[in-house]
């Protein structure tokens, strides 16, 4: 989950925290940084052309089964589903 982490860094408040775990028959990942993510369709549709990079979390979607983003007064979390 390299482009979670990244997007933590980049586009959040510089770090982060990562979770890894299971449940039922899935992996699970959770981010958590103190950034905002205020495009409530952020990875559910492709970046304009011209726009550089911005593919990444559109990419995370594709792969998991379920993507879960909440974002509050004290930051972001971002939690994947990914098949087991």
Known sequence: MAEPT???VVHG????TLRI???SD???CEVHDGGQLNDPLAGR????????GGSGLLLVHQLAD???VHTGPDGTTLRCYLPG
């Not at 408040?13 to 982060?16: H, I, T």
């Not at 549709?45 to 011209?50: E, G, K, S, W």
């Open 45 to 52: 549709r492709p970046p304009h052309p011209a726009q550089p």
């Open 13 to 16: 408040a510089g770090s982060g």
């Open 66 to 68: 379920l993507v879960r």
């Open 21 to 23: 775990g299971a449940e």
């Open 6 to 8: 990244t997007n933590s």
């Open 26 to 28: 899935r992996i699970v």
